[in-house]
T-cell receptor, first 110, second 111 residues
Framework: NAGVTQTPKFQVLKTGQSMTLQCAQD?????MYWYRQDPGMGLRLIYY???????DKGEVPNGYNVSRLNKREFSLRLESAAPSQTSVYFC?????????FGPGTRLTVL | RKEVEQDPGPFNVPEGATVAFNCTYS??????FFWYRQDCRKEPKLLMS???SGNEDGRFTAQLNRASQYISLLIRDSKLSDSATYLC????????????FGAGTQVVVTP
């Protein structure tokens, strides 16, 4: 039982490049989330998916797109990366009140 | 104003001592409250949920004050392994399923 997995763990991009962050959970949770964490800012919600086929914008959605491919997988895409998107990205899934997080992706945009 | 605010610390605590800190929230529709623990550069993990009547889990005690809109966490008999950042998390009924995170309170337990 792997819980929540994320790939890649680290990534360096140049401004304007695109990439997709992958997230998968094996706990049969309906809800999945993408957050970013910046120093002194706490976790901020980028996008949220309450169930397969549904997505909803969070606090900071600009510059990102998401796909809830199926119940297990929720991907985050940066179409044209900017230095302001340098951050640690966490995927999470939840049942009732508890959230389970993946190990994070550390992204640097040069 | 942030919806969930925490004193960033650090709270430097001698091993064996007690430390307590609060978190304030601004949304009166907040209904569910949690403390998460985050170790350096790792993912957050649930420490405990916070119930209206207050609750205890071993050395950790959480309290909720709805009138003043804050929650608290108290750690007794601090261990070196308690060194971490503690995140206050709130979910409101007007945004069900979406969690609001505080920026965290850093605790450093020293020998």
């Amino acid at each position: 039982n792997a819980g929540v997995t994320q790939t890649p763990k680290f990534q360096v991009l140049k401004t304007g490049q695109s990439m997709t962050l992958q997230c998968a959970q094996d706990m049969n949770h309906n809800s999945m989330y993408w957050y970013r964490q910046d120093p002194g800012m706490g976790l901020r919600l980028i996008y949220y998916s309450a169930s397969e086929g549904t997505t909803d914008k969070g606090e900071v959605p600009n510059g990102y797109n998401v796909s809830r491919l199926n119940k297990r997988e929720f991907s985050l895409r940066l179409e044209s990366a900017a230095p302001s998107q340098t951050s640690v990205y966490f995927c999470a899934s939840s049942v009732v009140d508890e959230q389970f997080f993946g190990p994070g992706t550390r992204l640097t945009v040069l | 104003r942030k919806e969930v605010e925490q004193d960033p610390g650090p709270f430097n605590v001698p091993e064996g001592a007690t430390v307590a800190f609060n978190c304030t929230y601004s949304n009166s529709a907040s209904q569910s409250f949690f403390w998460y623990r985050q170790d350096c550069r790792k993912e957050p993990k649930l420490l405990m949920s916070v119930y209206s009547s207050g609750n205890e889990d071993g050395r950790f005690t959480a309290q909720l004050n709805r009138a003043s809109q804050y929650i608290s966490l108290l750690i007794r008999d601090s261990k070196l392994s308690d060194s971490a950042t503690y995140l206050c998390v709130v979910m409101a009924t007007d945004s069900w399923g979406k969690f609001q995170f505080g920026a965290g309170t850093q605790v450093v337990v020293t020998p």
